[in-house]
């Protein structure tokens, strides 16, 4: 079975630039995460989809941040503009669905630097 | 609010030797609680969790963790520990009662394994 997949895995970037990640998640799972792991720290939730639609976003800067799941499956994590503070790692991850019952697996994120 | 503390940023030890990561958390009430090891450039990978009865709990590569509600911690074991072991983890704890709120990750402990 493949895992979660995502792109780019590494990307620099300038301040004031956009940026966009992509994820595709394991076959059939309904339930997509976007987290930000800064250096140093663990995980913390960006923003949460049901097949297509978001069940969660308080975290995420939405004056900066966007995400879209648009036929629930893949999805795509845009920044724009960016800024110094958000470079980290950006990690994806799928499960069948919601509830912490059912396992998270996560792809290997892409890691983003802001100059 | 929960929150999640790993109060060892960096732990070394030697190839064979027994390891014990400690994790303490805060929440009103018993949740769910999580072990992650995430292995640079990789994702993060489920070791264990615990959510009800046997307290003990084993997970896969030969770890363990004990959940102690009097002390309100989910410590992760492991008799003996082998170089490829070397890798970040990460507890985690979730409510138990609520599907959608995410999960709150501690800032990880670094295991470094010497011959």
């Known amino acids: 079975e493949a895992g979660v997949a995502q792109s780019p895995r590494y990307k620099i970037i300038e301040k004031r630039q956009s940026v966009a990640f992509w994820c595709n998640p394991i076959?059939?799972?309904?339930?997509l995460y976007w987290y930000q792991q800064i250096l140093g720290q663990g995980p913390k939730l960006l923003i949460q989809?049901?097949?297509?639609?978001?069940?969660?976003d308080s975290q995420l800067p939405k004056d900066r941040f966007s995400a879209e799941r648009l036929k629930g499956v893949d999805s795509t994590l845009k920044i724009q503009p960016a800024k110094l503070e958000d470079s980290a790692v950006y990690l994806c991850?799928?499960?069948?669905?919601?509830?912490?019952?059912?396992?998270?697996?996560f792809g290997p994120g892409t890691r983003l630097t802001v100059t | 609010a929960q929150s999640v503390t790993q109060p060892d940023i960096h732990i070394t030890v030697s190839e064979g030797a027994s390891l014990e990561l400690r994790c303490n958390y805060s929440?009103?009430?018993?949740?769910?609680l999580f072990w992650y090891v995430q292995s640079p450039g990789q994702g993060l990978q489920l070791l264990l969790k615990?959510?009800?009865?046997?307290?003990l709990v084993q997970g896969i590569k030969g770890f363990e963790a004990e959940f102690k509600r009097s002390q309100s911690s989910f410590n992760l074991r492991k008799p003996s520990v082998h170089w490829s072991d070397a890798a970040e983890y990460f507890c985690?704890?979730?409510?138990?009662?609520?599907?959608?709120?995410?999960?709150?990750f501690g800032k990880g402990t670094r295991l470094s394994v010497i011959a």
């Open positions: 991850a799928s499960s069948t669905g919601l509830g912490h019952k059912s396992e998270q697996y």
């Open positions: 076959s059939g799972h309904a339930t």
């Open positions: 989809f049901q097949n297509n639609g978001v069940v969660d």
């Open positions: 929440y009103g009430a018993t949740p769910y």
């Open positions: 615990y959510f009800s009865g046997d307290t």
């Open positions: 985690a704890v979730g409510p138990l009662n609520s599907g959608n709120t995410p999960l709150v």
